[in-house]
């Protein structure tokens, strides 16, 4: 060791030392939904919103075709799966940008479009990446107040100032399930300044069975200032990371100058474009969950729980603050029955649970242990 090094040692705390850029580390770091009980049970997890019917068998037959050639790089646009993404959804391939996850393109677009003291609008329980990404690019977070766990478009418009750059939606929200019918999504985008944009990410719209949505791909089409956002990870391909947005030319432009040049996987390509052409499992897995969304919403109901009306893959079940009754307890309960499903403190509802929609058996099971749970 030289001297100098044993010098600045000795120094270290007088020395400069690397600074990240300003709001990282205000980021508190995304915490995925728990896999293990932490006991001997063998996890059933319901905590992440996964398909309970794995993935479509033309993605994991792509998926495995793919193997063949892994020593060549992935054709850098994601082409085939924009062709995939344009003939299934009757869009244009080149207004999307495929990321990995659509974590990507999230971030993607804050990076482009948000700069140190901007602001960006979120509802009050909206997705928890929407202030990571924010407040990675220097941004800073304001959060619209809800209406009984409902995003409120006048909250959300009363937050804009001269400062907002963009306004990020989930529809329906995770973790809440609720949605806004496409009336109020058109209210919203009408009263926004021309140069705020709005990101609205349909991440759940596979599940979606209220008549009056819309996904948003007819407000993209209206505006110059509306991107829609999707993922195949809550349809059965969470490991492969495939997110994609939709978008105006202009946008779709600045995404693909930041964006990492072989950004998405061949595999991943290839599965999702098959996922996206099967067009029978996406309808199996969303009547599934229509069917047991609907169960387990009555089951858990009629035994003195609210369960907020969700459009998602899950539901958000809130519990009194009863001692012996509250959340906590519930989630040590189902823990013991080996149910893993998540919990709501980081997102400031400390009194809720969220529970994906799972297999059949699962159901019973937190329904049953839920009905134990209350009637003790
Ligand atoms: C799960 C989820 C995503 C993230 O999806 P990835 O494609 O896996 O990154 C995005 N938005 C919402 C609202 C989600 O719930």
Not at 139 to 146: D, H, L, Q
Not at 182 to 211: F, K
Not at 261 to 275: D, E, I, R, S, Y
Request: proline share 6%; charged share 20%; glycine share 8%.
């Amino acid at each position: 060791m030289s001297k100098l090094t044993e010098t600045s040692k000795l120094t270290d705390t007088a020395l400069p030392r690397p600074v990240p850029q300003p709001g990282i580390l205000e980021i508190s770091a995304y915490v995925p939904g728990r896999s293990s009980t932490g006991n001997a049970r063998a996890p059933i997890k319901l905590s992440a919103n996964e398909s309970p019917l794995g993935a479509s068998p033309r993605a994991i037959e792509a998926y495995r075709a793919a193997a063949d050639r892994l020593e060549i790089y992935p054709e850098g646009s994601s082409r085939l799966l924009r062709e995939a993404l344009g003939e299934v959804n009757a869009i244009d391939p080149d207004r999307i940008v495929v990321g990995a996850g659509s974590d990507e393109v999230l971030h993607l677009l804050a990076q482009a479009y948000v700069g140190v003291g901007d602001e960006v609008v979120i509802s009050r329980y909206g997705f928890m990446v929407y202030p990571i990404v924010t407040r990675a690019a220097g941004g800073v977070p304001v959060f619209a107040e809800e209406n009984d766990y409902h995003a409120d478009v006048d909250a959300i418009l009363a937050s804009v100032t001269d400062k907002t750059r963009l306004v990020y939606l989930a529809n329906p929200n995770n973790p809440t399930g609720t949605c806004l019918p496409a009336s109020e999504l058109d209210r919203l985008h009408a009263g926004l300044p021309a140069n705020v944009i709005l990101a609205i990410d349909s991440a759940y719209a596979e599940y979606v069975t209220d008549p009056d949505y819309g996904v948003g791909i007819s407000l993209v089409e209206r505006a110059e200032n509306v991107v829609m956002v999707r993922t195949f990870s809550k349809m059965g391909l969470a490991a492969v990371r495939v997110g994609w947005l939709y978008g105006p030319a202009a946008i779709i432009d600045v995404l693909n100058r930041i964006r990492g040049p072989f950004n998405v996987t061949m595999p991943g390509q290839l599965a999702a474009a098959a996922a996206a052409r099967d067009l029978a499992f996406i309808a199996r897995l969303k009547a599934h969950n229509a069917q047991w969304r609907d169960w387990l919403t009555a089951e858990l109901s009629s035994n003195r729980l609210r369960v907020l009306p969700s459009q998602g893959n899950f539901v958000l079940v809130l519990f009194p603050d009863t001692p012996g009754k509250t959340a906590a307890d519930a989630n040590a309960a189902l823990l013991e029955e080996g149910l893993v499903v998540r919990e709501m403190g980081g997102y400031g509802i400390p009194e809720g649970l969220r529970i994906s929609i799972g297999s059949e058996s699962a159901m019973r099971a937190v329904a049953a242990c839920l009905k134990d749970f209350m009637d003790q």
